[in-house]
């Protein structure tokens, strides 16, 4: 098993413009999430998946837009990028409640 | 309002010595506990999480943690650091019933040789 996988690892844009992070897992796993993590914040939540078709807004979903077509891929998309959203962003699976959460290595991002 | 609380932003502790991070949640029931670790530049990592039944509970890497109901914590320990546990401690819990996980602000952990 991969696990979570992300990519890119590293990314940087120039405000305004629109980019594409995808996550997938080989697990099986019905719940996805993004999270961003900023310096002294933790992780905050932006959007979630509890299952192929269905999405929800997490702490800080605006600027963002998330879609699940399948029950192993999760793309985040930021349609126009603002330095705000500089930031390390992870992607996250578990099987359901209770259950563990997986992160993926995170994707750099930066918005200059 | 619902909140995960580490008080501690940065702690360094001495190889060899013990250590407990601290970690208070703000929620109406008992939730889902867990404690991740970050090394740098990499994702997370589960040490340990908290359901039901015994308080203390075990972890990977010796790492133990204690669920105390009155207190509202869930505060983690080793008794003997090693200069491989510099990294950053996320507390982190989701309602029973809920689906988001929320987390603390994390504690960045230095180790003295």
């Known amino acids: 098993n991969a696990g979570v996988t992300q990519t890119p690892k590293f990314q940087v844009l120039k405000t305004g413009q629109s980019m594409t992070l995808q996550c997938a897992q080989d697990?099986?796993?019905?719940?996805m999430s993004w999270y961003r993590q900023d310096p002294g914040m933790g992780l905050r939540l932006i959007h979630y998946s509890v299952g192929a078709g269905i999405t929800d807004q997490g702490e800080v979903p605006n600027g963002y837009n998330v879609s699940r077509s399948t029950t192993e891929d999760f793309p985040l998309r930021l349609l126009s990028a603002a330095p705000s959203q500089t930031s390390v962003y992870f992607c996250?699976?578990?099987?359901?409640?209770?259950?563990?959460?997986?992160f993926g290595p995170g994707t750099r991002l930066t918005v200059t | 309002a619902q909140s995960v609380t580490q008080p501690d932003i940065h702690i360094t502790v001495s190889e060899g010595a013990s250590l407990e991070l601290r970690c208070n949640y703000s929620?109406?029931?008992?939730?889902?506990l867990f404690w991740y670790v970050q090394s740098p530049g990499q994702g997370l990592q589960l040490l340990l999480k908290?359901?039901?039944?015994?308080?203390l509970v075990q972890g990977i890497k010796g790492f133990e943690a204690e669920f105390k109901r009155s207190q509202s914590s869930f505060n983690l320990r080793k008794p003997s650091v090693h200069w491989s546990d510099a990294a950053e401690y996320f507390c982190a819990v989701v309602l029973k019933g809920a689906q988001k996980l929320v987390f603390g602000q994390g504690t960045r952990l230095t180790i003295n040789p």
């Open positions: 929620y109406g029931a008992t939730p889902y």
């Open positions: 697990m099986n796993h019905e719940y």
């Open positions: 996250a699976s578990r099987r359901g409640q209770g259950y563990e959460q997986y």
């Open positions: 908290y359901f039901s039944g015994d308080t």
